[in-house]
Protein backbone atom coordinates (compact mmCIF):
# COMPACT_ATOMS: atom_id res chain seq x y z
CA UNK A 1 0.00 0.00 0.00
CA UNK A 2 1.17 3.47 -0.44
CA UNK A 3 0.63 5.20 2.56
CA UNK A 4 -0.23 8.87 2.33
CA UNK A 5 2.10 10.63 5.31
CA UNK A 6 0.51 13.35 7.30
CA UNK A 7 2.95 13.57 10.42
CA UNK A 8 4.75 16.47 9.61
CA UNK A 9 6.46 18.22 6.73
CA UNK A 10 9.52 16.77 8.39
CA UNK A 11 9.04 13.32 6.44
CA UNK A 12 9.93 15.49 3.05
CA UNK A 13 13.28 14.14 1.05
CA UNK A 14 16.01 15.96 -0.25
CA UNK A 15 14.89 17.02 -4.14
CA UNK A 16 17.12 15.77 -6.96
CA UNK A 17 18.27 19.42 -7.25
CA UNK A 18 19.44 19.02 -3.72
CA UNK A 19 21.52 15.77 -4.30
CA UNK A 20 23.28 16.99 -7.16
CA UNK A 21 24.30 19.93 -5.40
CA UNK A 22 25.40 18.38 -2.53
CA UNK A 23 28.16 16.01 -4.90
CA UNK A 24 29.83 19.46 -6.22
CA UNK A 25 29.53 21.77 -3.42
CA UNK A 26 32.98 23.27 -2.43
CA UNK A 27 33.34 22.07 1.41
CA UNK A 28 35.85 22.96 3.81
CA UNK A 29 36.56 22.34 7.37
CA UNK A 30 33.45 25.14 8.99
CA UNK A 31 34.53 24.77 12.23
CA UNK A 32 37.87 26.54 11.45
CA UNK A 33 35.78 29.04 8.85
CA UNK A 34 37.05 27.14 6.16
CA UNK A 35 33.18 25.84 4.30
CA UNK A 36 32.50 28.40 1.46
CA UNK A 37 29.20 26.87 0.99
CA UNK A 38 27.97 27.41 4.93
CA UNK A 39 29.06 30.92 4.74
CA UNK A 40 26.76 31.39 1.21
CA UNK A 41 23.73 29.52 2.97
CA UNK A 42 24.48 31.93 6.16
CA UNK A 43 24.89 35.24 4.37
CA UNK A 44 21.86 34.64 2.23
CA UNK A 45 19.46 33.15 5.37
CA UNK A 46 20.34 36.59 7.43
CA UNK A 47 19.35 38.51 4.26
CA UNK A 48 16.35 36.90 3.63
CA UNK A 49 15.57 37.09 7.07
CA UNK A 50 16.95 41.06 7.46
CA UNK A 51 19.42 40.39 9.78
CA UNK A 52 23.07 41.25 10.00
CA UNK A 53 24.44 37.35 9.94
CA UNK A 54 23.70 33.88 10.39
CA UNK A 55 24.59 30.63 11.85
CA UNK A 56 23.77 27.14 10.16
CA UNK A 57 22.21 24.90 13.10
CA UNK A 58 21.69 21.14 12.88
CA UNK A 59 17.97 21.68 14.48
CA UNK A 60 15.65 24.18 15.11
CA UNK A 61 15.65 22.61 18.81
CA UNK A 62 19.58 23.72 18.81
CA UNK A 63 18.95 26.51 17.42
CA UNK A 64 16.23 28.08 19.93
CA UNK A 65 18.34 27.20 22.75
CA UNK A 66 21.41 28.57 21.54
CA UNK A 67 19.66 31.77 21.02
CA UNK A 68 18.16 31.76 24.71
CA UNK A 69 21.47 31.09 25.86
CA UNK A 70 23.21 33.79 24.01
CA UNK A 71 20.86 36.43 24.79
CA UNK A 72 20.78 35.71 28.39
CA UNK A 73 22.52 34.66 31.83
CA UNK A 74 21.22 31.71 33.97
CA UNK A 75 18.48 32.58 36.72
CA UNK A 76 17.02 35.25 34.36
CA UNK A 77 13.93 34.63 33.24
CA UNK A 78 12.28 33.58 29.52
CA UNK A 79 8.76 34.48 28.66
CA UNK A 80 7.49 32.23 26.19
CA UNK A 81 4.05 31.00 25.17
CA UNK A 82 2.16 28.04 27.30
CA UNK A 83 2.10 26.18 24.66
CA UNK A 84 5.32 27.24 22.70
CA UNK A 85 7.37 24.21 21.10
CA UNK A 86 10.27 25.22 23.56
CA UNK A 87 7.93 24.78 26.22
CA UNK A 88 6.34 21.44 25.04
CA UNK A 89 9.07 19.89 22.55
CA UNK A 90 12.13 20.78 23.31
CA UNK A 91 12.86 17.94 26.43
CA UNK A 92 13.26 20.99 28.96
CA UNK A 93 16.49 22.75 26.91
CA UNK A 94 15.49 26.36 27.87
CA UNK A 95 15.90 25.26 31.73
CA UNK A 96 18.62 22.06 31.13
CA UNK A 97 20.91 23.62 28.91
CA UNK A 98 20.38 27.36 28.81
CA UNK A 99 19.48 27.47 33.02
CA UNK A 100 16.74 30.06 33.32
CA UNK A 101 13.08 30.48 34.31
CA UNK A 102 10.37 30.36 32.04
CA UNK A 103 7.18 32.02 32.27
CA UNK A 104 4.47 31.60 30.09
CA UNK A 105 1.60 34.35 28.54
CA UNK A 106 -1.41 32.63 26.84
CA UNK A 107 -2.25 33.31 23.03
CA UNK A 108 -5.32 33.31 20.84
CA UNK A 109 -4.88 30.77 18.61
CA UNK A 110 -1.30 31.46 18.59
CA UNK A 111 -1.30 35.07 18.79
CA UNK A 112 -0.34 36.94 21.25
CA UNK A 113 -2.06 39.74 23.17
CA UNK A 114 0.92 42.56 23.36
CA UNK A 115 -0.81 43.96 26.81
CA UNK A 116 -0.59 40.74 28.35
CA UNK A 117 2.96 40.45 27.40
CA UNK A 118 3.77 43.42 28.66
CA UNK A 119 2.30 42.92 32.08
CA UNK A 120 4.25 39.44 31.75
CA UNK A 121 7.74 41.16 32.00
CA UNK A 122 9.01 41.25 34.64
CA UNK A 123 12.11 43.53 37.11
CA UNK A 124 14.96 42.12 38.33
CA UNK A 125 14.88 43.21 42.15
CA UNK A 126 15.93 41.17 44.88
CA UNK A 127 12.85 38.72 44.56
CA UNK A 128 12.06 38.63 40.89
CA UNK A 129 14.54 37.03 38.52
CA UNK A 130 14.55 40.08 35.71
CA UNK A 131 12.85 39.05 32.51
CA UNK A 132 15.73 39.44 29.85
CA UNK A 133 13.97 37.70 26.37
CA UNK A 134 11.02 37.44 25.30
CA UNK A 135 9.83 33.95 22.10
CA UNK A 136 6.98 34.70 19.77
CA UNK A 137 6.63 31.77 17.51
CA UNK A 138 5.82 31.92 13.40
CA UNK A 139 3.90 29.77 12.93
CA UNK A 140 2.42 28.32 15.79
CA UNK A 141 2.56 24.96 15.53
CA UNK A 142 0.24 23.43 18.35
CA UNK A 143 -2.18 26.48 17.72
CA UNK A 144 -2.74 24.93 14.27
CA UNK A 145 0.17 26.25 12.07
CA UNK A 146 -1.34 29.74 13.02
CA UNK A 147 0.54 33.07 11.44
CA UNK A 148 1.56 36.22 13.75
CA UNK A 149 0.38 39.19 11.58
CA UNK A 150 3.53 41.76 11.05
CA UNK A 151 1.81 44.40 13.11
CA UNK A 152 1.26 42.27 16.51
CA UNK A 153 5.19 40.88 16.14
CA UNK A 154 6.19 45.26 15.97
CA UNK A 155 3.17 45.40 18.76
CA UNK A 156 4.97 43.08 21.11
CA UNK A 157 8.78 43.74 20.37
CA UNK A 158 7.70 47.31 21.45
CA UNK A 159 6.82 46.20 24.43
CA UNK A 160 9.74 43.84 25.04
CA UNK A 161 12.15 46.23 24.05
CA UNK A 162 10.83 49.14 26.49
CA UNK A 163 11.39 46.68 29.05
CA UNK A 164 15.05 46.06 28.14
CA UNK A 165 14.78 42.97 27.11
CA UNK A 166 14.94 41.02 23.60
CA UNK A 167 12.73 39.39 21.40
CA UNK A 168 13.36 35.70 19.65
CA UNK A 169 11.46 34.70 17.09
CA UNK A 170 10.99 30.73 16.55
CA UNK A 171 10.70 30.67 12.89
CA UNK A 172 10.52 27.01 12.44
CA UNK A 173 7.69 27.52 9.55
CA UNK A 174 8.69 31.04 9.28
CA UNK A 175 8.69 30.85 5.31
CA UNK A 176 4.85 29.52 5.75
CA UNK A 177 3.97 32.52 7.46
CA UNK A 178 5.47 34.88 4.98
CA UNK A 179 3.88 32.38 1.96
CA UNK A 180 0.44 33.03 4.08
CA UNK A 181 0.72 36.80 4.62
CA UNK A 182 1.80 37.28 0.97
CA UNK A 183 4.61 39.11 2.78
CA UNK A 184 8.38 38.55 3.00
CA UNK A 185 10.03 36.71 5.65
CA UNK A 186 12.18 40.17 6.10
CA UNK A 187 9.37 42.14 7.04
CA UNK A 188 7.78 39.27 9.77
CA UNK A 189 11.57 39.63 11.01
CA UNK A 190 12.34 43.76 11.13
CA UNK A 191 10.93 44.11 15.02
CA UNK A 192 12.82 41.00 16.70
CA UNK A 193 16.13 40.59 17.59
CA UNK A 194 16.77 37.19 16.52
CA UNK A 195 15.56 34.69 14.44
CA UNK A 196 15.49 31.05 13.44
CA UNK A 197 13.82 29.02 10.42
CA UNK A 198 14.55 25.37 9.97
CA UNK A 199 15.29 23.99 5.88
CA UNK A 200 14.17 20.69 7.24
CA UNK A 201 10.47 20.90 7.51
CA UNK A 202 8.59 21.85 4.23
CA UNK A 203 11.59 23.55 2.42
CA UNK A 204 12.78 19.45 2.07
CA UNK A 205 16.29 19.80 3.05
CA UNK A 206 17.23 16.84 4.81
CA UNK A 207 18.87 18.37 7.73
CA UNK A 208 19.42 22.02 9.15
CA UNK A 209 18.30 25.49 10.45
CA UNK A 210 19.27 28.84 10.18
CA UNK A 211 19.73 31.56 13.13
CA UNK A 212 19.72 35.18 11.87
CA UNK A 213 20.33 38.26 14.29
CA UNK A 214 23.16 40.76 14.86
CA UNK A 215 26.87 40.00 14.21
CA UNK A 216 27.75 40.07 18.06
CA UNK A 217 25.05 37.80 19.06
CA UNK A 218 26.01 35.46 16.31
CA UNK A 219 29.54 35.27 17.39
CA UNK A 220 28.09 34.36 20.64
CA UNK A 221 25.89 31.89 19.14
CA UNK A 222 28.91 30.86 17.68
CA UNK A 223 30.33 29.27 20.69
CA UNK A 224 27.60 28.33 22.74
CA UNK A 225 26.95 26.14 19.23
CA UNK A 226 30.11 24.68 19.64
CA UNK A 227 29.57 24.14 23.74
CA UNK A 228 26.34 21.93 22.78
CA UNK A 229 28.76 19.49 20.19
CA UNK A 230 27.20 21.43 17.17
CA UNK A 231 30.53 22.59 15.69
CA UNK A 232 30.27 20.38 12.15
CA UNK A 233 33.30 20.06 9.68
CA UNK A 234 32.78 19.35 5.94
CA UNK A 235 28.90 19.94 6.52
CA UNK A 236 28.59 22.47 2.98
CA UNK A 237 27.04 19.45 1.58
CA UNK A 238 23.89 19.98 4.32
CA UNK A 239 24.55 24.02 3.39
CA UNK A 240 24.10 22.99 -0.69
CA UNK A 241 20.68 21.88 0.50
CA UNK A 242 20.23 24.55 2.13
CA UNK A 243 20.60 27.05 -0.86
CA UNK A 244 18.52 25.43 -3.26
CA UNK A 245 15.78 25.35 -0.33
CA UNK A 246 16.11 29.11 -0.21
CA UNK A 247 16.32 29.65 -3.59
CA UNK A 248 13.76 27.69 -4.90
CA UNK A 249 11.30 25.94 -2.83
CA UNK A 250 9.76 28.76 -0.65
CA UNK A 251 7.17 29.70 -3.43
CA UNK A 252 5.47 26.50 -3.56
CA UNK A 253 4.74 26.42 0.06
CA UNK A 254 1.77 27.85 -0.70
CA UNK A 255 0.47 24.36 -2.86
CA UNK A 256 0.54 22.73 0.91
CA UNK A 257 -1.50 25.62 2.14
CA UNK A 258 -4.02 25.11 -0.48
CA UNK A 259 -3.78 21.11 -0.31
CA UNK A 260 -4.75 21.47 4.03
CA UNK A 261 -7.46 23.28 2.83
CA UNK A 262 -8.62 21.55 0.42
CA UNK A 263 -8.66 18.38 3.43
CA UNK A 264 -9.85 21.01 6.21
CA UNK A 265 -13.05 21.88 4.25
CA UNK A 266 -13.42 18.16 3.32
CA UNK A 267 -13.52 17.11 7.27
CA UNK A 268 -15.63 19.80 8.38
CA UNK A 269 -18.84 19.26 9.69
CA UNK A 270 -18.10 15.12 9.32
CA UNK A 271 -19.66 13.28 12.44
CA UNK A 272 -17.06 12.23 14.90
CA UNK A 273 -14.71 15.18 13.74
CA UNK A 274 -14.59 18.78 15.76
CA UNK A 275 -12.43 21.58 13.55
CA UNK A 276 -11.89 25.02 13.52
CA UNK A 277 -11.30 26.27 10.16
CA UNK A 278 -10.14 29.77 10.98
CA UNK A 279 -6.85 27.97 12.67
CA UNK A 280 -6.09 26.15 8.91
CA UNK A 281 -3.97 29.02 7.69
CA UNK A 282 -0.80 27.08 6.50
CA UNK A 283 0.21 23.51 6.07
CA UNK A 284 -1.93 22.38 9.40
CA UNK A 285 -4.99 20.52 10.15
CA UNK A 286 -5.67 19.80 13.68
CA UNK A 287 -8.69 17.74 14.29
CA UNK A 288 -10.72 17.23 17.52
CA UNK A 289 -12.18 13.64 17.67
CA UNK A 290 -14.99 12.06 19.75
CA UNK A 291 -12.57 9.02 19.62
CA UNK A 292 -9.42 8.56 21.22
CA UNK A 293 -6.47 9.97 19.56
CA UNK A 294 -4.89 6.77 19.05
CA UNK A 295 -7.86 5.10 17.74
CA UNK A 296 -8.28 7.04 15.43
CA UNK A 297 -4.29 7.19 14.19
CA UNK A 298 -4.12 3.59 14.52
CA UNK A 299 -7.16 3.21 12.68
CA UNK A 300 -6.31 5.23 9.56
CA UNK A 301 -2.80 3.66 9.66
CA UNK A 302 -4.23 0.32 8.55
CA UNK A 303 -5.94 2.01 5.68
CA UNK A 304 -2.81 3.92 4.75
CA UNK A 305 -3.02 7.34 5.66
CA UNK A 306 -0.18 8.16 8.57
CA UNK A 307 -1.25 11.21 10.99
CA UNK A 308 0.12 12.00 14.90
CA UNK A 309 -2.05 12.33 18.46
CA UNK A 310 -0.88 15.12 19.77
CA UNK A 311 -3.21 15.15 22.82
CA UNK A 312 -5.83 12.87 23.77
CA UNK A 313 -8.76 13.55 21.70
CA UNK A 314 -6.42 15.49 19.35
CA UNK A 315 -4.86 14.71 15.66
CA UNK A 316 -2.72 16.84 13.12
CA UNK A 317 -2.20 16.42 9.70
CA UNK A 318 0.25 18.10 7.85
CA UNK A 319 1.05 18.53 4.35
CA UNK A 320 4.29 19.39 2.26
CA UNK A 321 5.79 18.52 -1.10
CA UNK A 322 5.34 14.92 -0.84
CA UNK A 323 1.74 14.82 -0.94
CA UNK A 324 -0.13 15.86 -3.81
CA UNK A 325 -4.02 17.31 -4.09
CA UNK A 326 -5.15 13.98 -4.96
CA UNK A 327 -3.64 12.22 -2.14
CA UNK A 328 -5.17 14.83 0.48
CA UNK A 329 -8.60 14.67 -1.17
CA UNK A 330 -8.09 10.65 -0.77
CA UNK A 331 -7.04 11.17 2.67
CA UNK A 332 -9.77 13.73 3.20
CA UNK A 333 -12.66 11.08 2.55
CA UNK A 334 -10.81 8.34 4.47
CA UNK A 335 -10.37 9.98 7.21
CA UNK A 336 -14.22 10.90 7.47
CA UNK A 337 -15.06 7.75 6.58
CA UNK A 338 -13.03 6.16 9.58
CA UNK A 339 -13.89 9.00 12.15
CA UNK A 340 -17.39 8.69 11.37
CA UNK A 341 -17.63 4.91 12.23
CA UNK A 342 -15.32 5.12 15.51
CA UNK A 343 -17.05 4.57 18.72
CA UNK A 344 -16.36 7.70 21.17
C1 LIG B 1 10.01 21.68 14.46
C2 LIG B 1 9.99 22.88 15.31
C3 LIG B 1 11.12 23.28 16.02
C4 LIG B 1 12.37 22.43 16.17
O1 LIG B 1 12.95 22.01 15.03
P1 LIG B 1 13.83 20.64 15.01
O2 LIG B 1 14.67 20.86 13.82
O3 LIG B 1 12.83 19.54 14.87
O4 LIG B 1 14.60 20.57 16.28
C5 LIG B 1 11.06 24.46 16.73
N1 LIG B 1 9.95 25.20 16.73
C6 LIG B 1 8.83 24.85 16.06
C7 LIG B 1 7.64 25.74 16.11
C8 LIG B 1 8.80 23.66 15.34
O5 LIG B 1 7.68 23.30 14.72
Known sequence: MDMIDLRSDTVTTPTDAMRASMAVSEVGDDVLGDDPTVARLEALGAAMAGKQA????????????????????????????????????????????????????????????????????????????????????????????????????????????????????????????????????????????????????????????????????????????????????????????????????????????ANARLMAERLCGVAGIGLDLETVQTNMVYLTCAAPAQRLVDALRAEGVLCLALGSRRVRLVTHRCVSADQCRQAGATIARIAAGLPA
Open 54 to 257: GLFMPSGTMSNTVAIRSWTQPGDEVLMDWDAHSTRFEVGAPAALAGVMVRHYRSRAGVPDPVEVASCLQRENLHAPGTTLALLENTHNVAGGTVVPAAVIEAVATAVHDHGARLHMDGARLFNAAVALGAQAAELCAHVDSVTFCLSKGLSCPVGSVLCGPSDFIERARRFRKQMGGGLRQVGVLAACGIVALEGMVRRLAEDH
